[in-house]
Structures are given as structure tokens and as C-alpha cells.
Nanobody, 121 residues
């Protein structure tokens, strides 16, 4: 089984910062892409930031200029550094990974359980 475990959410004041982490573990054969998505009440899930195994990054409009996605050397953990947080950033943040599990067959998408980020005004 493959697991994506997120951490780092919490309550922060407007203008503050948080760092989210997501680690993939279990029967992972290869990871191709990982990313962060968020879902606020009444809204659809949206892409926040995305990183490929070749370290190519892409950001959603809401994150550009304030958030930074990065990965570790093993490419099995991603981070999201969020600065200048606003109340509208309040959402559940989900980690996503496109990977091949053991035994290797095809690429599948896995999601973490989500971590709550609340920004107070």
C-alpha cells in the first residue's frame, strides 16, 4: 500500500507563514509528480502548486509569488512554504502524487488525507 502523510497545517494570523509537508511511503516504485491542492467550503478543489520529478514547478494563480513548493533529495517528500497568508487561503490542503506502486504496472494518482489551514484576519 502507498500512503501520503501530510503535516504542518494549523491556525495562523493573516500575514503569517506556514510550512506543509507531505511524505510518500509504502510500496512505491517510482514517483513522477507531486503537488498540493486545496479545497475551501463551497469551492472546488484547486491546484496550488505542483512539482515534477525533474523539479519543474507550476503554481496556481492563488499561490503565485507567495507560496513555494520544494522536494527532498529522495523526491518522496514535498514541502509547501506559504508566506503572506490571507484569510482566503483558509482551506483543507491535500497532497497528491502521481506514481507507480509495487509491483510496477501503471501510473496512479494518490491523495493524502488533507490538513487544515486556517488564516484568521
Amino acid at each position: 500500500q502507498v500512503q501520503l502523510v501530510e503535516s504542518g497545517g494549523g491556525l495562523v494570523q493573516s500575514g503569517g507563514s506556514l510550512r506543509l509537508s507531505c511524505s510518500a511511503s509504502g510500496n512505491v516504485f517510482a514517483i513522477y509528480n507531486m503537488g498540493w491542492y486545496r479545497e475551501a467550503p463551497g469551492n472546488e478543489r484547486e491546484m496550488v502548486a505542483h512539482i515534477t520529478v525533474g523539479d519543474i514547478t507550476n503554481y496556481g494563480n492563488s499561490a503565485s509569488g507567495r507560496f513555494t513548493i520544494s522536494t527532498n533529495s529522495a523526491k518522496d517528500t514535498i514541502y509547501l512554504d506559504m508566506n503572506s497568508l490571507k484569510p482566503e487561503d483558509t482551506a483543507v490542503y491535500f497532497c497528491r502524487a502521481d506514481l507507480i506502486a509495487q509491483p510496477p504496472q501503471h501510473t496512479e494518482t494518490y491523495w493524502g488525507q488533507g490538513t487544515q489551514v486556517t488564516v484568521s484576519s
